[in-house]
């Protein structure tokens, strides 16, 4: 078959639903898996790229929240900001308190060596 997109040759592809017209997986913006996944229905409503730009925007459902505004989402932005003004500070204090943990390791691991450095020398001192 040739990709009615690009005109590429390709043996395995999709078919709008609308216009009826074959086109390979990348000029369809689909997976060959994602494709695979739809069911026959699915498969036989499909649109490709071009007879989805010509249709028109279906209404939002009942309930759906409305599009934010430019000053809602700008004060949200400024909230996010805000919040993060203490992140490096936390950041800085994670990495030293890691450091910390890393120094107390390496003191529990010489502690442990030289504890059984002194179980050694009481088993031999009892041995005799």
Avoid: Y
């Avoid at 059984?116 to 009481?122: A, E, L």
Wanted: aromatic residues 4%; contains cysteine.
């Amino acid at each position: 078959m040739k990709c009615s997109a690009c005109g590429n040759a390709f043996n395995d592809g999709v078919q709008c639903g609308v216009c009826k017209k074959h086109l390979d997986f990348g000029c369809a913006q689909l997976s060959e898996i994602g494709w695979r996944k739809l069911g026959s229905e699915r498969r036989a409503a499909w649109k490709c790229p071009a007879c989805r730009s010509l249709s028109p925007a279906s209404a939002a459902p009942a309930g759906a929240p409305e599009p934010a505004s430019l000053e809602t989402v700008l004060r949200e932005v400024r909230d996010m900001r805000r919040q993060l003004i203490g992140l490096p500070t936390l950041i800085e204090d994670v990495k030293s308190i890691k450091d910390e943990l890393k120094d107390l390791k390496s003191s529990c691991d010489f502690m442990n060596g030289r504890l059984d450095d002194f179980t050694t020398r009481v088993a031999d001192m009892e041995k005799r």
